[in-house]
């Protein structure tokens, strides 16, 4: 059975589509979404089964200005279906479908020492000229790896860190 928030995402995928909107209902969902990630009181206001279905509406207009209508739509039905609490699903769903359909491809570098961000863009276009995709990067450091770099490239790994040949290293010596 197919989850709530991939049956939602993707009925909004496909209204933004036929609006050619998808990257406006992305932004706007996500700004929805992290005002209710930000403020706890928003979340008890929308969650709670202690306020009407009119009370969350008001509520949602009062707090919602200037959204698309076919955003405002969602937003109302997911208050009368009280599906509210899925809407983090339904925007990392819709989040994935926007990235397929951009060709997107995630890319995660790992470094021991910050990165400067022409290194960062260099290694980015490789890449997504090896790829054929366009390439979503993100840089983090973590001392942990000593050295080198760790490459996550959608689900695949390239671990060259010193930590990793460390480790590579010890169980060849472990076996002899």
């Known amino acids: 059975m197919e989850e709530i928030a991939q049956v939602y995402a993707r009925a909004l995928f496909q209204v933004a589509a036929e609006r050619d909107d998808l990257d406006g209902v992305r932004e706007q969902i996500g700004q929805f979404a ?6 706890r009181g ?3 206001f929308f969650f709670s089964p202690y306020f009407s279905t ?3 509406k008001d509520g949602l207009h009062k707090a919602v200005e200037g959204a ?3 955003v405002m739509n969602f937003l109302e039905l997911l208050v009368e279906k009280h599906r509210m609490p899925a809407i ?6 819709y989040d994935a479908m926007w990235r397929e359909e951009n060709k997107m491809l995630p890319v995660q570098l790992t470094s021991a020492i910050a990165l400067d961000d022409a290194t960062v863009a260099s290694l980015g276009r490789t890449i997504g000229e090896r790829t ?3 390439v979503d990067v993100s840089a983090q450091v973590e001392p942990d790896i000593l050295g080198g770099i760790v490459l996550r490239v959608g689900n695949s790994i390239l671990d060259a860190s010193v930590r990793n040949r460390l480790e590579q290293l010890r169980k060849q010596v472990a076996r002899s």
Do not use: C, P, V
């Not at 992290?34 to 403020?39: T, V």
């Open 68 to 70: 698309d209508d076919a």
């Open 42 to 44: 928003l979340q008890t």
């Open 88 to 93: 983090f699903r339904i925007r990392r769903e």
């Open 132 to 134: 054929g995709r366009k």
């Open 54 to 56: 009119e009370e969350k």
């Open 34 to 39: 992290d005002a209710l990630d930000s403020d």
